[in-house]
């Protein structure tokens, strides 16, 4: 009986191996959320440091209100809602793998609310306050993006919405742009993103020195037996090809995490109006950091497509 031991015991290992190969990109232990203080150890992000840290105080202290709703899998959801005017164009912002609402939108936020927008920013799923441990790199999350859609459009009845995602929340805001999504929801502005799941796996692997054909199996396995999803599910440049809402695309033209390539095979597959706008020497969502000014002009222009010019609003 000694060899059922030893199959026992490889078929041990082999799990262990693929939980591991899960645990790593997809579980968001909850110790772990609510650090909005951290920001990346990379060179640079420790030069921004000094102006990230700024904004985040800055955002810290507005006054909000914590909103509450449920995912279509029964997840509970949270986010703040900033108040700037009553029947003010809303902005609904999604955050990065396993970043926080007020680190990735210190900058965003507050060029949103200067623009006189009421601003939600959500916890994604396994972030922050919201339920849930496993982060599914924009696959789920586009229809928790479809679900707060619908409590904007609900809560402000004929008011303008538009989406905006850094990272894993541009991904995220450009997948769902390929649902059904309210008539209100007028356009997307995505801040990074990868062109799917599986790319930016591979990638983060081969930047690890481990060989993308042996390890991602691994992990794509992991991600089905142990998060009950299929990363090959979908691309962003397969969902944003039933975009029928304008799409802006941002990107540092130094990202080291996200290659800015990426943002350029979405971009190609959008039907829809489009803008794209790189900012050379930025870096993985640092664009807003790196160039204000140049970053409030091109959100004003995709805004101005939009027909959501500040109108006279109160600023922030």
Same mark, same amino acid.
Not at 196 to 212: E, F, N, Q, R, T
Not at 224 to 237: H, P
């Given at each position: 009986m000694v060899w059922i031991a030893w199959i026992a015991g490889a078929a041990a290992l082999c799990l262990g191996m693929i939980y591991i190969c899960y645990r790593i990109p997809f579980y968001n232990p909850l110790p772990h959320r609510e650090d909005i203080y951290d920001i990346p150890s990379g060179e640079q992000y420790q030069t921004d440091r000094p102006k990230m840290e700024a904004l985040i105080r800055e955002l810290e202290v507005i006054p909000c209100q914590p909103v509450r709703i449920t995912a279509f899998d029964g997840t509970p959801l949270?986010? %703040?809602?900033?108040? &700037?005017?009553? /029947?003010?164009? &809303?902005? $609904?912002?999604?955050?990065?793998w396993r970043g926080s609402a007020i680190r990735d939108f210190c900058g965003g936020d507050k060029l949103a609310r200067q623009r006189g927008m009421n601003t939600l920013l959500v916890d994604q799923r396994a972030h /922050? @306050?919201?339920?849930?441990?496993? $982060?599914?790199?924009?696959? *789920?999350?586009? =229809?928790?993006?479809?679900?707060?859609? *619908?409590?904007?459009?609900? %809560? +402000?009845?004929? &008011?303008?919405i538009t989406l905006a995602g850094v990272s894993m929340g541009a991904t995220t805001v450009l997948m769902a742009a390929g649902l059904d999504l309210p008539e209100q929801v007028r356009g997307v502005i995505a801040d990074s993103p990868y062109s799917?799941? &599986?790319? $930016? $796996? @591979? @990638?983060?692997?081969?930047?690890?020195?481990?060989?993308?054909k042996l390890v991602y199996p691994?992990? *794509?396995?992991?991600?089905?037996? =142990? #998060? #009950? +999803?299929?990363?090959?599910?979908?691309?962003?440049?397969?969902?944003?090809?039933k975009a029928r809402i304008p799409i802006l695309i941002i990107h540092g033209e130094d990202d080291r995490f996200v290659p800015c390539d990426m943002s350029r095979e979405i971009f190609d597959?959008?039907?829809? %109006?489009?803008? %794209?706008?790189? +900012?050379?020497?930025?870096?993985?969502?640092?664009?807003y950091i790196a160039d204000p000014e140049g970053y409030r002009r091109a959100v004003a222009q995709f805004l101005g497509m939009l027909d959501l010019e500040p109108n006279g609003l109160p600023q922030a």
């Open positions: 949270a986010a %703040r809602y900033y108040h &700037v005017a009553d /029947g003010a164009p &809303v902005q $609904i912002e999604f955050h990065g /922050g @306050k919201s339920g849930g441990r496993t $982060i599914t790199f924009g696959l *789920r999350e586009r =229809f928790d993006c479809l679900a707060w859609c *619908r409590y904007a459009a609900e %809560r +402000f009845p004929g &008011v303008p799917s799941p &599986v790319d $930016i $796996i @591979k @990638k983060v692997c081969g930047d690890a020195h481990l060989p993308p691994l992990i *794509r396995l992991g991600a089905r037996l =142990f #998060g #009950g +999803f299929d990363l090959a599910e979908t691309t962003a440049a397969r969902e944003i090809k597959a959008c039907p829809a %109006r489009k803008m %794209r706008v790189t +900012f050379p020497g930025a870096g993985h969502g640092l664009s």
